[in-house]
């Protein structure tokens, strides 16, 4: 009897961790599996580069560690030995303000404070900023309905400073969003649940910490490989035995057909009893869009174009010590780039690489970066980390512009009741499933944990037994 075909479209770390799920029932010759990727190589956004010594990576370049979901695959795959945690001596970023870099305070949440001294000995607020803020806690609870934009529920409850200063700049990194769209019940639902309690989200944020698990002092928040991210790529790839994966094969469209699915591509075509698409949700909208108008949803999700620049220097040329894991822009400030990281700094390394690594980010939801050709954003990085850190002498050791078209998808207001309608769409058409940054997580955890479920939903609609954790 043949056994069951599932094709996964795209090879980015969702797509590969739905192989993954999937790989030991193919080895078993229970299921056929195949993966669809339409670039040249596989990993998605996730890609490193050893150069002089170091590991540049020119997309994410880190685990979170309280979704465990990354750790255990990389322990899965025999990486486990490679995670390295942030340095200790290192932890803690600054904010760039009025010409000058500050401690980002402790005990920051989101950019909410839960600890009042930290933040009431900060000089990024005024005393102005830092009683609207505590007023939170006596401030009445606002309606706040089903969703609302994350900017205008903070601005209403800690005034325009903590959003501006604290809260934008936090969050850029992980979203490279505008708060003024961004969706709270997307990102931070329990906000909502707050904000609708007397002491709000003050007490909110406070209560949470002190009901989670208190992590050791050596505990890292995130973690990286040693060897750049890209080497979870490789490894769970290396790993997929009995399942063809196929480069260079962007697929056209997925369309019913009598036994499941046909998946068609300009390569040719295959019929499969189930498909998870695992590709951006742009790609997403034109591969599904014969289904029906829900598909127009997938379309209706934006993504923001961003750069990354990477710069080596000679530990000497640089200005100033570099004694953090970088620092963060607010969008106010006057500069082009928004987040510098100290890579050299950031990580607890085995073996420290012999300069220093800088990754330098551009690129804000609702501007466009990438309209500048290469040495122009070079120039833009350089300028502006000149003016946050001082002049650096001489020439770098290496430089690299990484271009990520549609790099982050922006949950916007309205984010939650989409999916609810993709959800629902989707149930008329068994067999189908959807996974990857675009619908429930941006972060590489996020995206395994999707891939994998998708990967177990395929299972239960094909009656077969989910593998082991």
């Not at 910490?209 to 040693?226: D, E, G, K």
Request: glycine share 12%; aromatic share 6%.
């Amino acid at each position: 009897m043949t056994p069951p075909k599932v094709v996964v479209v795209g090879g980015g770390i969702t797509g590969l961790a739905a192989a993954w799920r999937l790989e030991p029932l193919a080895r078993a010759g229970r299921l056929e599996v195949e993966l669809w990727e339409a670039s040249e190589r596989l990993g998605g956004a996730i890609r490193s580069y050893a150069v002089a010594g170091a590991v540049v990576e020119g997309g994410p370049d880190s685990l979170l560690r309280r979704k465990p979901e990354a750790e255990r695959l990389a322990e899965a795959v025999g990486l486990g030995g490679e995670l390295i945690p942030i340095h200790p001596q290192h932890r803690g970023s600054y904010l760039y303000h009025a010409g000058r870099l500050h401690p980002i305070p402790e005990g920051l949440e989101a950019g909410i404070p839960t600890r009042l001294g930290p933040l009431w000995r900060s000089p990024l607020l005024s005393l102005w900023g830092k009683l609207r803020a505590v007023g939170d806690l006596v401030r009445p609870p606002v309606p706040v309905g089903d969703d609302m934009a994350l900017g205008e529920l903070l601005r209403r409850r800690f005034g325009r400073e903590v959003v501006t200063r604290l809260a934008e700049p936090l969050l850029s990194g992980v979203y490279a969003g505008d708060l003024n769209t961004l969706s709270t019940a997307a990102t931070f639902p329990q906000f909502l649940e707050w904000a609708r309690k007397p002491g709000s989200l003050l007490a909110g944020a406070a209560a949470a910490r002190r009901a989670r698990p208190r992590p050791s002092a050596a505990q890292s928040p995130f973690l990286t490989l040693a060897g750049g991210l890209e080497g979870l790529v490789r490894a769970v790839a290396a790993r997929l035995s009995g399942i063809p994966v196929v480069l260079s094969r962007p697929v056209v469209a997925v369309e019913p057909a009598p036994a499941g699915w046909r998946v068609r591509s300009e390569g040719g075509e295959t019929v499969a009893q189930a498909v998870i698409v695992a590709a951006p949700a742009w790609a997403a909208a034109a591969i599904l869009h014969g289904l029906g108008a829900w598909s127009g949803l997938l379309a209706e999700i934006p993504y923001t174009n961003l750069a990354v620049v990477g710069m080596i220097w000679p530990h000497d040329a640089v200005p100033r010590p570099l004694d953090r894991t970088g620092f963060l822009v607010p969008r106010d400030e006057g500069l082009r780039i928004t987040a510098c990281t100290f890579v050299h700094a950031k990580w607890a390394y085995p073996e420290p690489p012999p300069h220093a690594v800088l990754r330098v980010f551009l690129g804000r939801a609702g501007t466009d970066i990438l309209r500048e050709d290469d040495a122009a954003l070079l120039a833009i990085a350089r300028a502006d980390l000149e003016r946050v850190l001082g002049r650096f002498r001489g020439d770098p050791v290496w430089t690299g512009v990484f271009r990520l078209p549609r790099a982050l998808p922006q949950y916007t207001v309205g984010h939650r009741q989409r999916l609810d309608q993709l959800r629902a769409a989707l149930t008329r058409h068994p067999g189908l499933y959807l996974a990857g940054a675009g619908y429930d997580g941006v972060g590489i955890p996020d995206c395994i944990r999707q891939g994998q479920a998708a990967a177990d939903a395929v299972l239960a609609h094909l009656g077969l037994p989910r593998p082991g954790p």
